[in-house]
């Protein structure tokens, strides 16, 4: 399934004026392939994942998911895609501290009222697709920094979505298990046929990449991937 954002333009109020956080914004997103949007703080790269996720409603744009565009839905609609059709990845794991890593998953199964049994099998999948069906029954503070980003990951795949939106992933990990993540995330997106969308500001991270889209001040340009 392929994500379009097409001419976004995202302002938001600023003083007497308007500040201009996407400007004539253009990127895509194909199944099987990772899109890296890079840019320094400030630049607009949450901002174009929040539209993208149509957790925000762009001033002007489209973004289209295999071809209807989202942000002529309403507030139930673009909740609904959200739950049926896009995972997100958030900067910070935001792990509930009493559940357990498959509870992580199946509470939100069960927000979504799925079956119990069909929600753990698949949680219990995805914890072994990212490497950590042993550690299912462990709670956050018994996990590493990285095993909890495993984690999230695996919330993100919960509802079997077609696109992936990833926001810097590896911002409170070490070098080491960063690549670990990237890894992970290279090899999801490639296996499960994911459009996967990742904001980073880490260049080194530009390898894993199919396509560049760097933003400086709300603008994008398309660059050669590493």
């Known amino acids: 399934m392929t994500m379009h954002l097409n001419d976004v333009t995202l302002t938001y109020p600023d003083g ?10 253009t990127l895509h997103a194909e199944p099987g392939e990772l899109t890296a949007v890079v840019g320094p703080s400030g630049s607009g790269k949450s901002s ?3 539209v993208a996720a149509t957790l925000i409603t762009p001033d002007s744009g489209q973004v289209l998911l295999d071809g209807t565009d989202l942000v002529g839905l309403n507030a139930k ?15 910070s794991a935001n792990l509930l501290a009493s559940l357990t890593a498959l509870e992580q998953l199946t509470v939100m199964a069960h927000l979504a009222g799925e079956a119990p049994t069909a929600a753990g099998e698949r949680a219990l999948e995805l ?3 990212v490497g950590l069906a042993a550690q ?5 503070h018994q996990l590493s920094g990285g095993q909890r ?7 993100g795949l919960m509802n ?5 939106l990833v926001d810097e992933p590896t911002s409170a990990l070490d070098s080491e298990r960063g690549a670990a993540i990237l890894d992970l995330i290279r090899r999801l997106t490639t296996e499960r046929e994911l459009a996967t969308v990742m904001v980073t500001h880490d260049r080194d991270h530009l390898a894993h990449a199919d396509r560049v889209v760097e933003i400086v001040d709300g ?7 590493a």
């Not at 299912?136 to 956050?140: C, I, K, L, W």
């Open 48 to 50: 174009l994942l929040a």
């Open 16 to 25: 007497d004026g308007r500040l201009t956080a996407l400007d004539h914004v």
């Open 127 to 129: 914890l072994d697709a």
């Open 77 to 91: 609609q673009r909740t609904r895609v959200r739950r049926d059709r896009i995972g997100i990845v958030f900067q």
């Open 160 to 164: 079997s979505p077609s696109v992936l």
């Open 149 to 155: 980003q495993r984690v999230t990951i695996a919330r």
């Open 136 to 140: 299912a029954g462990r709670r956050p």
């Open 219 to 225: 603008r994008a340009q398309a660059l050669a991937p």
